[in-house]
Structures are given as structure tokens and as C-alpha cells.
């Protein structure tokens, strides 16, 4: 295997932070003359304690300029009430422009839908006519303007603000150029793009290729296309924005049920249609050759269950409108949907897992992806570049340097157990209980056990009549000794229902009240029985067999979250796994998983030591934070907001030993304290009331002002734990994690656009120094597309690979001196993916019998590991640390020694990542901790 030098990203950046580009556009400003006109209309009728509204609400008629008028770009409007609306739609000079009359079919039509529910009241209807004629007296006036499309102003710390246009106006004058390219040519083919329209809430532009068959080993024909998107980001202290293009794949819906001879949508769910109509629909409209967007959406009727169109629609602001062409009918693309998709493209069904499978796997490989970008490089102005290779650390190796040969794995997972469970003040030994429904599983979960602990296992066990007849207080017990650790596993059978359905009714969505209840009646019912069989004062691991999601009446009777929280009251962790049987074969990987994850809530892991490395302060621990945060949906019941804290003490070098804490905040009289990982938990579910107050199907929606200020108030909140958490790390050196996507809603100081260098602010006081124990790394993830796609450069110039290191800036790329890339190897499950492998073209076999053959590796997934971002936000330089030793420690944080696989984070953020198990019921029972 090639030794790989750099990385490149798939990344474009301006050549220089003063470089200026304008583009003439037409644009119409949201008239002020309609303001108060449209307000007078949505408010008209509302109850007096609602809150008004106070900015008319554009959406409806954005989501139909998608669908009718997809040459049209609706900008961001500024929030709120103001006196400036800003710009609201344009187009780009050089395209056709909406005729006037066009166009006014569209606000008509918008009109018409802002309060459907008010049709058929005379009112209503009267002043809707009386607003109609008003606006039709004073149309709007469409202007010649120049927008600037790279230049953009700077934050206080260095970081580049671009302006709210720039976000849609520039990704999609991308888009067009990359668009006026020659076709990508491929072995066998070529593909043709087109653009599809992007709401102002969207992320950047998107192009979509033509559909391609691919036909599976049953000769059915399943159908996709490649899939560029091109967003506008910031870097931390980097004045010149970035410009990422995202390559993957996107699959076409066109299986259809077999028993209702239609697409399945799931309730509650929306899919998106791209359509391109033969003449435009709107009468006098410009031909186009962008994808126009709508949506269908499966909703309850006073007639039941109908699959129909969403917004855009026939049944919203498009009834009314005589178009040049009928619109397609929902049940016409539900029930035909390959008809419409080939052969040229008149509708196509944008499937989502929710749909089913599909036989086209997600995702292009390393090389194929590079060669796309390339080509679309080609679309580059002068004026834009792409953005500098990475090299590879040259500071320290990036593994961990404690990580044990296979033979001494078990023994140095036994003595990290040895060491959490001593935490609390006992002895080495771990208490475990088993709850199990079956022998298979039983036996498989014992046999794991003694593995990943590596016990001497004699083979004797409890009888068959002893398991069955074990009850609390009297449990069939097995015990092993080994230097490191004592361990007793209590198996009990669960029994009295406590792992059935929850006592709700067969039929129908339960009420908050009713679910509430019958959480709370299992939780009771559960504690007692663990408490029962109690063997001593501290924290105790459960394994506990349950069924699959699947296998209760409903999500609602799933009692997974009641177990957890009855568990926990009385003292026992829990970690759940999988029936056999009714969610696929179970085999002893799961239940060796399901006891690593287990141990891990004990605070038992192994913690990868960076080795010797300048640059660190003595005496490092880390620590990291996590914002569990959901708010009450139709789907979710009940909303939370629960900072996590994690505190990573290192034990004695080379071993991997490790103390874990949480921080609680009641604790030490309010000022807050660490205490063991595991008691954390314990607290944290203590903590997780589930509420009955309110007895409705579904959440009350709260007026804008009161959801406002309750985001406020969460903030607030938020940054009054953090000055507590960080009064605790005062006095030792420390290393302190956050995510961005996770916590920079609740504190904005990580932001890119309010972050300086070294300093640090929580609350309304100044920005100041941080303080001199205390380092401050940000990890950034893939979520909206915010680091790029990425591939390692091959030396020989071959096929481009996915290297696993640190990667750092060249001396030729400024600015990248805080900010760095971390990349871990493949899973094993993906491990045999090759980087040549075509999803677009057969390829020829080079090894083997099958030498010369061809193969199409169209169904095989494109899995690359996420680039993720390591920024030093905060350090201190003038007293020796190095920025790229702590982000070398980050990465190598990410591989523990006694995982199978890398971790997503490193690892004082994954374990404060997972501990909203304790807070809602959001985790998976029978998912790993590996990601």
C-alpha cells in the first residue's frame, strides 16, 4: 500500500482575501406597500392571546417559484420585523425574465393560500380581494443590480462573515458554470447535469444528472443519478470564505408496493419530486432547463390516509392557476413512477430509507469522486482557486502508543475495569446481571462475556431448572477470579411482562398523558424487581434482551426508555441487545459489543496515550462537553435540555488507564462537582421526568415569541454551567472538547463568526483571556456539509486512496495554523471497497479466475471516512504549547486501543456524546459503540 504524503480536499477558495467579483442580476426588493396589507390578512381572525404575525410569511410562495419558476432564486429575508425588507427574488441578467403576467399569477395564487382555512368566510374573502387589487395596483419593480459574490467582511477574529446573498447568489453562479462544461465523460457514457432550484433556507446549489439504469442479479432495473452540491463556508481566523462540492449519489423511487400498487410514503414523511416539464407551466413563462421541485406528503384526512402533493401543489397555491400543461397528478407518479423517470425525465421520486431498500448503494469511491472534481475545476474563474493540499504530521506517530498486541487485549480491558470500579470506593470487582428472555441468548452473552474479559472458562453452569426458576434476591450466579479483576454475572429471566409492550391501547396514538402513565407504571415496576436483587452500594451493569423496535404494537409500546429509567433508580446501569432471531442472526460480535458498551458506562476504557510529545503541558486530562438537546415534536413526546460534562484524568503512562467523571451541577451546594461517570448517568436519568401535564395527540405549538425567548432562556442557562464547569477544571492542565454542530447554538463563543484566538466568553461579560490551565479545541463534523469531501493524493500518481493521519498545512497556505484535519481508517466492514471501483461504468477484474471480466460495482457502497476538523480556538503559545500537538493528541484521542474501529470523536466528547442515553429515549439497542 502506497505511504500516502498529502491530501487533497474537494475545497475552492478565493486566491486572495481582497479579491472582488460582481455579477448583475434582477432583483425585486419584498415592497414595502405590501407589509401592512398582507399582516392585515394572515392576522385576520386569530385568537387575541396568539401571537400576531409580524412579517408576511413568504414560504408558500418560494416553495412555488421552485416548482414553477425554477430560474427564479428567493434570498434569505432579514429576520424579523425591520424597515429594510432586503432583496427577495432574483434571476441572473443573462436568463430570460419572468414575464409580468406570469409572475402575477404566482402572488395571486400565494394569496389565495395564506389562510386556506378561511376560504369559504366572506370576510376573509373580501379583503382578500381588496389586498389582491391593492398590490395589482402597485406591482413590484423588478431593478438592474450588482451583487458581490467573493468579497466579504471580516470578524473581529479574522474570520471571513459573508454576506446572507452570498450564501445563494455565489454556489449557484458555481453551479452554472460548472454547468456550461462539456459533458463528464466516463467509460460508456457521459453525464449530462442540470440544476434544480434552492429555497433560501437550503444549503448552496445542486445539480443532478440524468437518471442511469442499473439492472441487479434478478433483472429488475433500479435507477440513479450523481449528485454535486456546491456550499459556501468559513474557516476559523481564515478571511477568505470556501466553497465545497460535495459528489455522491442519488436514487430514484420506483419500486412500488406490491399490495397497494403505489410508492410507499410514510405518514408523517415528505419526498421530494423533481419534475421538467416539456413547456413551461406557467402561461408566458422562459423555457427552462433547471429540475423544477415539489413535494408529496402522506397526511390524515377526515376520510383517512391519502398520499398527495405538499405546498407547491395542485391542492395549495397552485389550484387556481390555468397552466399551459397539466400538472402531474400524485397518484399518477405514485403509481407509475418509472413511466415518468425514463425514458427522458418528466418526474422523478427522490427515494429515502424510509421508502425501503434499494439495490444502488450510497456514495462514489475515493478516486472516482477526485475525478469529478477535477473536471468541475475546469469551471474555476481566475479569481478562484482550488484550496492548498495537507501534509502529513511530522511532530509524533498518530496511533495511540499504549496499544496492546491481541493476546494482551482482554487483560488490559480487565484492568480498566479494575479501575472504574474501584472509583466509587469498593474494591475490583464487577457486578453484572444478565436479563435474559432466551437460552440462546443467555448463553451467547455468557460466552461473551468470558471472551472480551478473556476468563478461564471451566464450563460449568447453573442448571436449565436453576436459570428458569432464578428469581430477584436469588439469581443464578456465575463468578471468575482472575489478578486484575474479581467479576460475578447474576442471570435473572425477566419475567411479569417487564420487557413487553407497554400497557397502552392496541389502537391509535396514545396521549401524552396515557403514554406518560404507562412509562412511569413499567419504571416502578422495573426498579423494584432490580432492586430486589441489589448485591451492593455501587453502580451495577445490567445486559438486558429486549425485542427490536419492531416487534412491539407500536413505537409508542416500545418499553425500552421505561427500562432504562426504572434500572437506573435502582442503581443499575443498563445496555440492551436484540432478541435472536426477530432482528436478524445474533452472533457473539453484538453481545461482545453490547459488553464493551456496558463496561463503557462504568467508566471502564482504555485511553490511547499520545506517547512522548513536546508541546503539552505535564499532567494533561481532557475533558469535553455535549448539549443534549430535542425539542417535543409529533414524533417525539417530550423535549430536553441537559449539558453533559466529561472529565478524562490519565492514570499511570502505559498503562491506558483513565479516571472518568461527570459533572453534576446540583452537587457541592449547588457550585457543582465531579463525581464517577456512572453516577453521572445514574443523575442524569434520575433527572429525566417524563411529563403527563399536558393530555393532547400532539405538542401545543408556541407562539414565535414564547419558543424565542425559551431558546433564550436555554442559553442562558447553558452558559451559567459552563462558568461552573470551568471554575472545576481550574488547577490542572486541561484540554477542553466541544462539537461545533452540537453546542454553538447554546454557546455561541465556538461560532466561526464570534470566535477569537486564545480568549474565550460565557454570558453578557467581555471576551477575555482564557485561563492558563485551560486549552480550548473545537472538532467539526460533516453535518451541512461543513468540511469538505476529501481523498489522498497517490505519490505515483494512480488511483487516489483514503489515508489515515493528522494532516497540517503546508508552509505555502496561510492561515491554517489553528485548524487541522484528522482522517481514521475504514471500518472493517468496508475495508474491501477498492479505490478503483466504478458506480457509473463495468470495469475490467484484474486478479483471480475472474481476471479480464467485467463488473459493475454500481450496488457496492462508496464509503469514505469523514475528514473531521480539528481547530485550537485556545491555547497558550508564550508558555509552549504547540497547536498541532494538541490536535495530534485529538486525533490519536479518536482510536482506543481496546475499540475495534475508530472513533467519530475523540474520546472525552464520545463518552459525553453518550450519555443522552440517560436523557431521552434515543439510542438504539442493539448499535455499537463504534462508529
Avoid at 460548472?178 to 449530462?192: H, M, N
Avoid at 407497554?502 to 407504571?521: N, W
Avoid at 475533558?623 to 438537546?629: D, F, G, K, R, S
Avoid at 508564550?878 to 498541532?884: H, L, N, T, V
Wanted: charged share 25%.
Amino acid at each position: 500500500m502506497a505511504a500516502y504524503h498529502h491530501v487533497q480536499a474537494a475545497a475552492w477558495a478565493p486566491a486572495a482575501p481582497d479579491v472582488s467579483l460582481t455579477a448583475r442580476y434582477r432583483a425585486l426588493r419584498f415592497p414595502e406597500t405590501w407589509q401592512s396589507a398582507i399582516l392585515d390578512l394572515c392576522n385576520l381572525g386569530r385568537p387575541t392571546d396568539a401571537e400576531p404575525w409580524r412579517r408576511a410569511p413568504t414560504r408558500r410562495m418560494e416553495l412555488a417559484v421552485q416548482a414553477l419558476a425554477p430560474d427564479l432564486l428567493a434570498l434569505p429575508r432579514p429576520p424579523g420585523a425591520t424597515d429594510d425588507p432586503g432583496w427577495w427574488l432574483c434571476s441572473p441578467a443573462e436568463t430570460e425574465p419572468i414575464p409580468e403576467r406570469a409572475f402575477q399569477l404566482l402572488l395571486n395564487a400565494w394569496l389565495r393560500d395564506l389562510r386556506p382555512e378561511l376560504a369559504r368566510d366572506r370576510e376573509y374573502r373580501e379583503l382578500r380581494n381588496a389586498v389582491q387589487r391593492k398590490l395589482g395596483a402597485a406591482p413590484p419593480a423588478w431593478q438592474d443590480v450588482g451583487f458581490e459574490l467573493l468579497r466579504c467582511p471580516v470578524t473581529d477574529g479574522g474570520t471571513a462573515a459573508p454576506q446572507p446573498h452570498q450564501y445563494t447568489l455565489t454556489t449557484d453562479w458555481l453551479a452554472r458554470r460548472v454547468l456550461d462544461l462539456p459533458e463528464f465523460e466516463f467509460e460508456g457514457g457521459r453525464l449530462r447535469f442540470h440544476a434544480m432550484p434552492r429555497g433560501p433556507r437550503d444549503q448552496g446549489a445542486e445539480l443532478v444528472s440524468e437518471p442511469r439504469p442499473f439492472e441487479d442479479a434478478k433483472g429488475r432495473t433500479w435507477w440513479f443519478s450523481v449528485l454535486l452540491n456546491i456550499t459556501l463556508q468559513t474557516v476559523p481566523f481564515n478571511p477568505m470564505p470556501r466553497f465545497h462540492l460535495h459528489c455522491g449519489i442519488r436514487r430514484w423511487a420506483t419500486r412500488v408496493n406490491a399490495k397497494t400498487g403505489r410508492l410507499h410514503v410514510p405518514y408523517g414523511r415528505r419526498a421530494t419530486v423533481l419534475l421538467r416539464p416539456s413547456v413551461p407551466w406557467l402561461p408566458g413563462a422562459p423555457p427552462s432547463d433547471r429540475f423544477a421541485v415539489a413535494r408529496l406528503e402522506r397526511r390524515r384526512t377526515d376520510d383517512g390516509y391519502v398520499t398527495d402533493w405538499a405546498d407547491g401543489g395542485p391542492t395549495g397555491v397552485l389550484d387556481g392557476i390555468s397552466l399551459q400543461a397539466p400538472f402531474p397528478s400524485a397518484e399518477e407518479v405514485l403509481t407509475f413512477p418509472e413511466k415518468w423517470l425514463a425514458p427522458e425525465m418528466r418526474a422523478g421520486v427522490v427515494h429515502n430509507t424510509a421508502m425501503g431498500g434499494h439495490t444502488i448503494a450510497s456514495g462514489l469511491m475515493s478516486n472516482q469522486r477526485s475525478e469529478i472534481v477535477t473536471w468541475a475545476e475546469q469551471a474555476l474563474p481566475p479569481e478562484l482557486r482550488p484550496v492548498p493540499r495537507r501534509r502529513r504530521t511530522r511532530l509524533g506517530r498518530a496511533t495511540p502508543s499504549n496499544a496492546p498486541a491481541a493476546q494482551q487485549r482482554a487483560r488490559t480491558v480487565r484492568t480498566a475495569a479494575a479501575f472504574a470500579v474501584s472509583a466509587w470506593g469498593g474494591g475490583p470487582v464487577l457486578e453484572a446481571r444478565l436479563l435474559w428472555q432466551t437460552p440462546e441468548m443467555r448463553d451467547t452473552a455468557i460466552a461473551a462475556l468470558i471472551e472480551h474479559l478473556g476468563l478461564e472458562d471451566d464450563g460449568v453452569r447453573p442448571s436449565t431448572e436453576e436459570f428458569e426458576h432464578a428469581e430477584p434476591g436469588s439469581a443464578a450466579v456465575l463468578e471468575w477470579s482472575t489478578p486484575e479483576l474479581a467479576v460475578r454475572l447474576r442471570c435473572l429471566k425477566l419475567t411479569d411482562g417487564l420487557a413487553e409492550d407497554l400497557a397502552l391501547p392496541e389502537k391509535g396514538r396514545p396521549s401524552r398523558a396515557t403514554a406518560a402513565a404507562a412509562i412511569t407504571a413499567r419504571r416502578k415496576a422495573v426498579a423494584a424487581f432490580a432492586a430486589a436483587d441489589k448485591p451492593g452500594d455501587g453502580p451495577t451493569l445490567a445486559l438486558v434482551e429486549i425485542d427490536p423496535p419492531t416487534g412491539f404494537g407500536s413505537p409508542a409500546h416500545d418499553p425500552k426508555f421505561a427500562l432504562r429509567l426504572g434500572l437506573a433508580d435502582a442503581g443499575v446501569l443498563s445496555q440492551f441487545m436484540l432478541v435472536p432471531g426477530k432482528a436478524g442472526k445474533q452472533d457473539k460480535h453484538r453481545a461482545l459489543m453490547a459488553w464493551d458498551d456496558g463496561l463503557r458506562q462504568l467508566g471502564a476504557r482504555v485511553l490511547p496515550e499520545p506517547g512522548p510529545l513536546g508541546g503539552l503541558p505535564d499532567g494533561l486530562r481532557y475533558a469535553a462537553i455535549w448539549l443534549v438537546q430535542k425539542n417535543r415534536t409529533a414524533r417525539n413526546r417530550w423535549a430536553a435540555h441537559s449539558p453533559v460534562a466529561v472529565l478524562v484524568t490519565p492514570g499511570e503512562p502505559g498503562t491506558g488507564v483513565a479516571r472518568v467523571e461527570g459533572f453534576d451541577p446540583a452537587g457541592d451546594d449547588g457550585a457543582g462537582e465531579w463525581v464517577p461517570y456512572p453516577v453521572m448517568l445514574l443523575r442524569l436519568a434520575a433527572r429525566a421526568e417524563v411529563e403527563a401535564a399536558v393530555d393532547t395527540d400532539e405538542p401545543v405549538p408556541q407562539p414565535r415569541a414564547t419558543r424565542r425567548q425559551s431558546a433564550d432562556e436555554q442559553r442562558r442557562s447553558t452558559e451559567q454551567w459552563l462558568q461552573k464547569v470551568q471554575r472545576r477544571l481550574r488547577g490542572t492542565p486541561t484540554l477542553l472538547f466541544v462539537h461545533a454542530q452540537n453546542a454553538r447554538r447554546h454557546w455561541t463563543w465556538i461560532q466561526d463568526g464570534r470566535a477569537e484566538r486564545d480568549r474565550t466568553r460565557t454570558g453578557h461579560a467581555p471576551a477575555r483571556r482564557l485561563d492558563p490551565d485551560l486549552r480550548l479545541l473545537r472538532v467539526r463534523g460533516a453535518g451541512n456539509r461543513e468540511v469538505a469531501q476529501w481523498w489522498g493524493v497517490h505519490p505515483k500518481g494512480e488511483a487516489n486512496g483514503i489515508p489515515a493521519h493528522l494532516w497540517v498545512p503546508d508552509d505555502c497556505e496561510p492561515y491554517g495554523d489553528r485548524v487541522f484535519w484528522s482522517t481514521t481508517p475504514k471500518p472493517g466492514q468496508f475495508k474491501s471497497s477498492a479505490i478503483r471501483a466504478d458506480k457509473l461504468a463495468p470495469r475490467p477484474l484484474t486478479l483471480g479466475d475472474n481476471e479480464g471480466k467485467l463488473t459493475l460495482d454500481t450496488d457496492k457502497v462508496g464509503w469514505n471516512p469523514t475528514l473531521m476538523e480539528l481547530t485550537v480556538l485556545g491555547c497558550h503559545e508564550d508558555d509552549g504549547d504547540s497547536p498541532e500537538a494538541l490536535a495530534l493528541t485529538a486525533h490519536i484521542l479518536r482510536q482506543p486501543p481496546d475499540y475495534p474501529e475508530a472513533l467519530a470523536l475523540p474520546l472525552p466528547l464520545h463518552l459525553a456524546a453518550l450519555a443522552q442515553e440517560y436523557v431521552l429515549p434515543i439510542d438504539d439497542p442493539d448499535a455499537s459503540d463504534t462508529e
